[in-house]
């Protein structure tokens, strides 16, 4: 086991002054948290980690890698989560850390003498080493965060509307890729199953540019449904898509295209076997 250091003054400092200490250590939080935390939520985050680092401790500061720091290191990280999921800035959850410093150095005022200051710089280290893992995972739970975030927008989207009864649509909005696509597959093949249709509609009117690979991603998914027993048609061709799509030479092959999804509609409640019909307007 590695070997504690022999500071004890700042130890024992901790120990008899926690309610002096804490205060001071969570007014400085509060200095740089803008209001985004009352003083009673603040309070109760940094008195469990002052409780951990105390427990930490014992009779000296141990190494920034001991053992006896997993409880405290657990306890950064959680808090720095917390701080990620409720919009607060890395600086600021790692001020709340470094606030710890002042509140201790404001104590040893009275303990002057050149021992006391070296404790304080070992402590002062550790400290630092506290900052740095919740910089780390704070990053970690921001790109979490982000994830989930994108992975929800991916969801709503892509939306299966049921158009009619054996007819469903996808329009789509915004670039295809392939994180996309596979999206477009999953909802489209679920929709399928539940409403038992054996026509998709696929409307690229909100997509701003087809190319070869979006083509290539449109191909997957006529073919994916078509596996599953269902013709597709495409809607949605302007002018301009259908210039490029001449100009890359890409070729549909015998997948209907239409320019407008009513269009595609139309022809595919005519391959159902049901005709749309104006009634007359009725007498005045």
Request: aromatic share 4%; with cysteine.
């Amino acid at each position: 086991m590695a070997k504690k250091d022999d500071s004890t003054q700042v130890v024992t400092l901790l120990r008899e002054r926690r309610d002096e200490i804490l205060a001071g250590w969570v007014a400085g939080a509060l200095a740089g948290m803008r209001g985004r935390m009352s003083e009673a939520e603040v309070r109760t985050e940094l008195s469990a980690l002052y409780d951990a680092l105390v427990k930490a401790t014992g009779d000296g500061l141990p190494p920034s890698t001991a053992p006896e720091l997993d409880e405290l290191r657990a306890q950064l990280r959680e808090l720095s989560r917390s701080r990620a999921r409720a919009g607060s800035s890395p600086s600021e959850t790692a001020v709340s850390i470094f606030a710890l410093k002042e509140a201790v150095l404001s104590e040893l005022d009275d303990a002057s003498g050149a021992e006391s200051l070296a404790d304080f710089l070992v402590f002062s280290r550790m400290v630092d080493d506290m900052g740095l893992i919740t910089f780390e995972a704070y990053a970690d739970a921001r790109e979490s965060v982000i994830a989930n975030q994108a992975d929800e927008l991916l969801e709503l989207s892509t939306p299966v509307v049921k158009l009619w009864d054996g007819v469903v649509a996808v329009p789509l909005v915004g670039t295809l890729d392939s994180a996309r696509t596979q999206v477009v597959m999953e909802k489209l093949l679920e929709a399928l199953i539940e409403t038992e249709s054996e026509w998709a509609i696929i409307d690229i009117t909100g997509v701003p540019a087809v190319d070869t690979q979006v083509a290539q991603h449109l191909f997957k998914t006529v073919v994916a449904a078509r596996l599953m027993g269902a013709d597709c048609i495409i809607s949605g061709i302007r002018p301009q898509i259908a210039q490029t799509i001449v100009g890359l030479g890409i070729e549909f092959g015998d997948i209907v295209t239409k320019a407008k999804m009513a269009d595609a509609l139309k022809i595919t409640l005519e391959k159902a076997g049901l005709d749309i019909v104006r009634r007359p307007a009725p007498p005045t």
